[in-house]
């Protein structure tokens, strides 16, 4: 059984700085395309970021890209998403999520991709 526990949300101003965990168990972590999504009251989940099972390959989505910064440590089957200058409109249910299939067959920022789901950690960010 896949478990994804996020950690790390908070209440920050507008500029500050957060730093969100993703710990995986119950899956070859190693192997594994990982993703952040992110949902605010009364709108849809949207991605944030992804990252191919070696890190060495990441996504973002256009209005986070040069702020936030997705990371993973295999041998701690975790992955990070380091978020900088944030904005008011930053503020959402951040998720982590675990890929169905390896990095070239997946949708990266397709929901519908991402068989396994965390349950979210709330980040707020105030003008």
């Known amino acids: 059984q896949v478990q994804l526990v996020e950690s790390g949300g908070g209440s920050v101003q507008a500029g500050g700085s957060l730093r969100l965990s993703c710990s995986a168990s119950?899956?070859?972590?190693?192997?594994?395309?990982m993703g952040w999504f992110r949902q605010a009251p009364g709108k849809e989940r949207n991605f944030v970021a992804a990252?191919?099972?070696?890190?060495?390959?990441?996504a973002y989505a256009v209005s986070v890209k040069g702020r936030f910064t997705m990371s993973r440590d295999n041998a701690k089957n975790t992955v990070y998403l380091q978020m900088d200058s944030l904005k008011p409109e930053d503020t959402a249910l951040y998720y982590c999520?675990?890929?169905?299939?390896?990095?070239?067959?997946?949708?990266?920022?397709?929901?519908?991709?991402?068989?396994?789901w965390g349950q979210g950690t709330q980040v707020t960010v105030s003008s």
């Open positions: 999520a675990a890929a169905r299939y390896a990095w070239m067959y997946t949708d990266y920022s397709n929901t519908n991709s991402y068989g396994s």
């Open positions: 990252s191919k099972w070696s890190g060495d390959n990441t």
């Open positions: 119950g899956l070859i972590f190693s192997a594994t395309t």
